[in-house]
């Protein structure tokens, strides 16, 4: 299952969505987000799933890839949608039985959550699998360089957020390898009881958090022997320039959120 999580992981490659400028993507992302969140009717959905497919499609990464990010979050999905289910007390009567009800509110909302989380993921994962962390950081950072002026720190907010999603990868992969290790010493960690494999768990956090601080040390020793200072006098390999296939790209996203939002209004 650790696997299968693809989370903060970077596949290069030449597709179109790879060559678009980070700051574009970025604030692409975001307006995707919000297309999500316009209307609660099908055919925004249906909106948003089509822009999803096609930003997939135009990506290059095999579709394998973002059904990969979506897995590991599918059993708190369901958890999720079930409770809405039968918590959920608008709209017609669909089934009572003793204290069990579900109503027509309760089936919309469960659906409607699920497939736009799944969207979601799938959506912005689109974003860190076509663009480095180093590129991220540095459009993060552009596009955040206004707020320079009210003295926010810009530069370590973005180098934080790189950092991060670089590192989850790699905790990833030690979690593998400790729980591996403790299989090995005979510990019941995918058998037993809930209570046996929640009491071995501590076999597999306490070196995790050790392991991460002992990283967490060593980047800092690493980036203070490099004599890293910040932001300030920072030069980069690679510049960020815009091209008019970015503001195609954009102006594509804005028209499938016009067209949500017409249809959020049309149907209300």
Same mark, same amino acid.
């Given at each position: 299952m650790l696997k299968d999580i693809t989370i903060g992981q970077f596949f290069p490659g030449d597709s179109l969505v790879h060559r678009l400028d980070p700051r574009f993507k970025i604030v692409i992302t975001i307006i995707f987000i919000m297309m999500l969140f316009t209307g609660s009717? $099908?055919?925004? #959905?249906? *909106?948003? =799933? $089509? @822009?999803?497919? &096609?930003?997939?499609? #135009?990506? =290059? $990464?095999? /579709?394998?890839? @973002?059904?990969?990010s979506v897995k590991p979050l599918l059993p708190f999905l369901l958890i999720t949608a079930v409770l809405n289910l039968f918590l959920v007390d608008s709209g017609d009567t669909l089934l009572k039985w003793k204290f069990i009800k579900i109503t027509e509110g309760g089936i919309d909302i469960s659906v409607f959550m699920m497939i736009r989380i799944v969207l979601l993921i799938m959506g912005s994962s689109v974003l860190t699998y076509t663009t480095s962390p180093i590129t991220l950081t540095d459009a993060v950072e552009r596009l955040l360089s206004p707020l320079k002026k009210l003295k926010f720190p810009v530069h370590e907010l973005a180098m934080m957020m790189s950092i991060a999603l670089r590192f989850i990868p790699t905790l990833i992969e030690e979690t593998d390898k400790i729980m591996s290790a403790q299989k090995a010493?005979? !510990?019941e960690i995918d058998t037993g009881s809930f209570m046996t494999r929640a009491r071995n768990m501590a076999a597999i956090m306490i070196? &995790?958090? *050790?392991? !991460?601080?002992?990283?967490?040390?060593? #980047?800092a020793t690493a980036m203070e022997c490099r004599c890293y200072n910040g932001g300030e006098g920072r030069t980069r390999l690679r510049q960020l320039r815009s091209s008019g296939m970015d503001y195609?790209?954009?102006? $594509?996203?804005? *028209? /499938? @959120?016009i067209a949500a939002i017409v249809v959020a209004k049309i149907t209300v």
């Amino acid at each position: 299952m650790l696997k299968d999580i693809t989370i903060g992981q970077f596949f290069p490659g030449d597709s179109l969505v790879h060559r678009l400028d980070p700051r574009f993507k970025i604030v692409i992302t975001i307006i995707f987000i919000m297309m999500l969140f316009t209307g609660s009717n $099908v055919i925004c #959905l249906i *909106v948003g =799933g $089509v @822009y999803t497919l &096609l930003a997939i499609t #135009l990506s =290059g $990464v095999p /579709f394998k890839m @973002y059904w990969k990010s979506v897995k590991p979050l599918l059993p708190f999905l369901l958890i999720t949608a079930v409770l809405n289910l039968f918590l959920v007390d608008s709209g017609d009567t669909l089934l009572k039985w003793k204290f069990i009800k579900i109503t027509e509110g309760g089936i919309d909302i469960s659906v409607f959550m699920m497939i736009r989380i799944v969207l979601l993921i799938m959506g912005s994962s689109v974003l860190t699998y076509t663009t480095s962390p180093i590129t991220l950081t540095d459009a993060v950072e552009r596009l955040l360089s206004p707020l320079k002026k009210l003295k926010f720190p810009v530069h370590e907010l973005a180098m934080m957020m790189s950092i991060a999603l670089r590192f989850i990868p790699t905790l990833i992969e030690e979690t593998d390898k400790i729980m591996s290790a403790q299989k090995a010493r005979g !510990a019941e960690i995918d058998t037993g009881s809930f209570m046996t494999r929640a009491r071995n768990m501590a076999a597999i956090m306490i070196p &995790l958090f *050790v392991s !991460a601080f002992r990283r967490a040390d060593e #980047l800092a020793t690493a980036m203070e022997c490099r004599c890293y200072n910040g932001g300030e006098g920072r030069t980069r390999l690679r510049q960020l320039r815009s091209s008019g296939m970015d503001y195609i790209a954009l102006g $594509v996203t804005i *028209v /499938f @959120y016009i067209a949500a939002i017409v249809v959020a209004k049309i149907t209300v």
